[in-house]
């Protein structure tokens, strides 16, 4: 009577496809430009390249339904041939299920464009692709929704020209509403530009318009850095790993060598704290020992908190620049707080306060929202920054009106995990962390914004006499 | 130096465990109460049986952090002993990938509970269940992450005494936070009890306090059937994987027998407009026509609407009963709106309004949220029912002042699929036909609440002379 049954991941996905972004047609196309974008960044920065990154977005009049073809083109790293057809065919499938600052995390944000335009239009997605050796790989795939596994329609490989090219190109084929979209779209590649001034986007529409967004520098900041797992964020199935594949020998060694920033010193006090002997073997912990082991290393507050330098901010300079780029305000003042971490993982906050010139004036502060360098804009009134910036800071005790005064907040936060909501990467936890830091933040930037406002009213009143 | 890899389902949902609300152990705990207490209310339904459920929570002092011991006992459907190590052990297994209106969607939920168990605590899930006939069924299983299969550490069949069993116990140990979740945790089984009094639970919590919800009645509402998918909600995929496991040799047939409320007369009308012969094999159709003909379904516009029997809501009636039995209102209307359809998807949105009495006035409307049946506790501002209540109705017109009158709306949306925006069900997409549900219902609500206010006053006038 009941039927019992497995679902695969792609098959799951694809009947819940709106809850990571793809609820209509309009909304589609915003995702999937989204998501092949932030592949395309990750993927340039990588290699530690400036991203070139051509998107187009073509009417397709074959079909009776509005059709578009889309096409992104990047300069980054491509992909290796034989990891192509799961790379872009098999969801979970991805290079980022590390611990390192990228865009990408799920190993399902490409793929479920792919998706999407193969269950409403039934076109394979083209792929072209070269590390930059000798090939070139060409394939047009669909997904077995089913298996979740590629299947693959066309494979060819070309020779690599003189000089090499080196990059990605993708295209699909899906139903959309670029109407309904346009206005998020556009805004989407404004923002991509203020939080990536190095990045070079360009974009046709199907009106036949081309945007140009124009880098502002070709230099690169720091690359992130993957790390190990810092012990505060470990839980007994992390451990288990960890010991079921370590090489070592001796409990001490075991962690000097597993965990981020554990060094000799800290490991003889914690294992002389805890009791425990150095020279055990862990492979023979037993369940309940690794339970305590795991509760031990996780209230242990001697640990060195996680190393920062594994992060790649944006900067005060580079955040008050592109600030200045996309809304040409009169006053501007950036923060770039400490960092701090939430769960074991280290997190900076950057923040932006701009007041007047192009600034406008809507009764409320305009946020603007950035995780790891992309654009959060949709769900405002969900998000961590939202809700500092409208119920927790008192903008009066700065002598600043919200309702009157001409005011943008930028908020950044880059981390090795952002703690997204959504599996669509639409807004994030308030993590009371990172909400404590936000609020730091924002509070610093009031003050001098205070300061700046008084002063101009000071000048002002003198000038009237 | 790219480490391309596949993840099974159960290692993403345990990496991303805090998008589907196992964030911290306070919310942990929440979550798999409701997760638990879902699916016993589901199993009773499913046989028709008024359900009785037991939750007890007791701390276990066996580790140095705070464990609890969480049993949850009930007298639904059992599980067939050859499923219960998948229904349990294999993350997106389930019964409930069906179009049915049911508290579950994903085969996720219970399991997650499990998983957080087991990486908090490493001790295995104990499940005992019997279908009723003369086996009962003991497990204990440990899920093995990695690879998403369960591992039977224990397995006893035991004989069914007389009266035969039939039912489900199932007990985890997890770290927990019950002092940060007990509020919640409690107004959960209150609105259970509101949404579902037809239902008996009872909760003994970490203090030793029995908590008694007593049903208010015996007789279950119509029960939810399984239909077939309405043409509207087609796309390539569906029609594709409905073609090849047809044995209809026509199209004519293969869309009568397929299709929900599909009839001979329809069909034929349709098929006449498409000009599409109705004799031809579905088997034989190309791609690019299964594209055409999906695309027809979806715009043809003389289907009948997806038939509503299949829902199951509550019923004015009970509405407005269990509403009196929680809230203790002066005045209270229930509405239940005529069905409606979004995507393809039948709902039905029910809405209550109550004033005065025991509705705690707070400066603002109390806003009570069900999803077929499950209260909805979290994410209130993120929510469609509050956005309708808070943005969209104007109270003034009303002569109603959501700043100084006690007022409470309670909005119940039953469906074949839910539009939730994210995998822990927290809170519901505004899909614009929805929200005009919701919008009217609350309307008529608040002209009769309006009607009786103006009543009141005059009456209080009358008696001032
Ligand atoms: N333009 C590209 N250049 C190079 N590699 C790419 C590109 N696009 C995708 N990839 C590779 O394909 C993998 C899968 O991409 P996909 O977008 O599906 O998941 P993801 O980026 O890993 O995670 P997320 O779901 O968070 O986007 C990536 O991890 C990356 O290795
Ligand atoms: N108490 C129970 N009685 C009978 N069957 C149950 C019970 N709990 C779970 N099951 C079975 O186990 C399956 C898996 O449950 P699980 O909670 O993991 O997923 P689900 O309920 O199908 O979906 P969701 O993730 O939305 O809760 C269910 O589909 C149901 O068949
Ligand atoms: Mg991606
Ligand atoms: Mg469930």
Redesign the interface.
Same mark, same amino acid.
């Given at each position: 009577r009941?039927?019992?049954?497995?679902?695969?991941?792609s098959e799951?996905f694809?009947?819940?496809r709106?809850?990571v972004g793809f609820?209509n047609p309009a909304r589609a196309v915003y995702t999937s430009i989204r998501e092949f974008v932030e592949n395309s960044l990750d993927a340039a920065e990588?290699i530690g390249v400036p991203p070139d990154i051509h998107v187009s977005l073509i009417r397709d009049e074959g079909?009776?339904?509005e059709v578009y073809r889309l096409r992104v083109e990047d300069n980054g790293?491509g992909i290796p041939g034989e990891?192509i057809p799961?790379?872009f065919g098999?969801i979970?499938?991805?290079?980022k299920?590390?611990l390192k600052q990228m865009r990408g995390i799920?190993?399902l944000g490409g793929k479920m464009a792919i998706l999407y335009g193969?269950?409403?239009?039934?076109r394979p997605v083209h792929i072209i692709s070269s590390i930059g050796d000798r090939y070139i790989y060409e394939y047009r795939l669909l997904i077995d929704?089913?298996k979740n596994n590629p299947i693959i329609v066309e494979r060819n490989v070309h020779r690599n020209g003189s000089p090499r090219w080196r990059g990605t190109i993708i295209e699909i084929f899906l139903e959309g509403d670029y109407q309904r979209s346009s206005i998020k779209i556009i805004e989407y590649f404004k923002e991509t530009a203020m939080a990536n001034p190095y990045a070079e986007l360009t974009f046709i529409d199907p009106y036949g318009i081309l945007y140009t967004f124009m880098r502002s520098t070709r230099r690169l900041p720091a690359s992130s850095r993957e790390v190990k797992p810092h012990p505060h964020g470990v839980?007994?199935?992390t451990l288990?790993?960890m010991i079921n594949s370590t090489n070592c020998k001796t409990l001490r060694e075991f962690l000097i060598e597993n965990f981020h920033r554990v060094g000799e010193a800290t490991t003889d006090k914690f294992l002389k704290k805890y009791s425990l002997d150095p020279a055990r073997d862990p492979a023979s912990l037993t !369940?309940?020992e690794?339970?305590?082991l795991a509760?031990a290393l996780k209230n242990f507050d001697e640990f060195l908190p996680p190393d920062p330098s594994c992060l790649s901010p944006l900067g005060e300079e580079l955040l008050v620049e592109g600030v200045k780029k996309e809304l040409n305000p009169e006053f501007v003042t950036a923060i770039q707080r400490k960092p701090s971490t939430y769960s074991g993982y280290p997190f900076i906050v950057e923040v932006a306060l701009a007041y007047g010139g192009g600034i406008p004036q809507t009764g409320r502060i305009t946020l603007y929202r950035f995780a790891n360098k992309i654009p959060l804009l949709y769900?405002e009134?969900?998000d961590v920054s939202w809700k500092v910036v409208n119920q927790i800071i008192d903008w009066k005790h700065y002598k600043i009106d919200p309702a009157k005064d001409p005011i943008a907040v930028i908020v950044h936060i880059c981390s090795t995990r952002i !703690?997204?909501?959504?599996?669509g990467k639409e807004f994030i936890?308030d993590r009371p962390e990172i909400e404590a830091e936000i609020t730091r933040a924002i509070r610093i930037a009031a003050r001098r914004l205070s300061e700046y406002l008084s002063h101009k009213r000071r000048v002002e009143k003198a000038r009237e006499y």
């Open positions: 009941q039927e019992f049954r497995e679902i695969s991941p799951f694809y009947r819940h709106e809850i609820t990588s079909f009776e339904f790293s990891y799961y790379a098999k979970l499938y991805g290079s299920h590390t799920f190993g193969q269950i409403t239009t039934n929704i089913e839980d007994v199935e288990r790993k !369940p309940s690794i339970v305590d509760y769900d009134s969900s !703690p997204y909501r959504t599996l936890a």
